[in-house]
């Protein structure tokens, strides 16, 4: 039996919306306090009671151990090592994201730098609206159409865990489609190498969320 929970979509009309200035003003006073920020934003996104004014790191840090001890008997690969980070981390990463994500049954896709990733595709029938994760930690909501929109023409990776194989997986023709679907520039009759370090820290950078702003 699927153990994940449920989230309940609004019945509101909501086409795209930043989360990132709730409660900014209430919580100047405590402006030096380190929150992390993308816990925070996907705590809004499945409306979780801990999200008001009154939020703080003490709080932050309940509320990561509560919500793992919640999914205990929840099968998932790597579950512990993402926990960890999660519940002692001081920010959660797209892997951590794409966990809680998968808990709590919501469709959510990371987007930088023309490459997309689906953290999580859901099953309980909310397939019309999807989460957009930014790089720099704000989601947003989409409708499908705009979404499918929003992705034409990016690279998706597959798997938040491992965004890029070992050089040996791909062949020549592969990475070059791939260097020209995200636009990178490389030198003509450049070898296979080069190509491949170079799409290879493309990806790592989109993929790197700790100090980005949009």
């Known amino acids: 039996m699927d153990k994940r929970c ?28 380190k929150i992390d920020i993308l816990f925070f934003h996907f705590l809004d996104v499945i409306r979780h009671p801990s999200v ?20 205990d008997n929840l099968k998932y690969r790597k579950k512990d090592n993402i926990e960890d980070k999660i519940c002692y981390g001081d920010q959660i990463d797209i892997p951590c994201l794409a966990y809680m994500s998968f808990c709590y049954d919501i469709n959510m896709v990371f987007v930088s730098n023309k490459i997309f990733c689906h953290l999580n595709k859901s099953k309980n029938g909310t397939n019309n609206i999807v989460y957009v994760v930014k790089p720099s930690k704000t989601i947003h909501v989409y409708e499908r159409d705009t ?51 170079q799409l290879k820290d493309y990806i790592e950078d989109a993929f790197d969320i700790s100090e980005k702003i949009d």
């Open 6 to 33: 449920v989230y309940q979509m609004p019945r509101k009309r909501i086409i795209k919306y930043d989360f990132n200035n709730k409660y900014k003003k209430k919580r100047q006073k405590r402006n030096n306090e």
């Open 52 to 71: 008001n004014e009154y939020y703080s790191s003490h709080v932050e840090k309940n509320t990561k151990l509560e919500i793992c001890q919640s999914f």
């Open 147 to 197: 979404f499918d929109n929003l992705i034409q023409n990016m690279y998706e990776v597959k798997d938040c865990n491992k965004p890029i194989n070992s050089q040996s997986y791909y062949k020549l023709g592969d990475l070059n489609e791939i260097v020209d679907v995200i636009g990178i520039e490389v030198k003509p009759k450049a070898k296979k190498a080069d190509i491949y370090n």
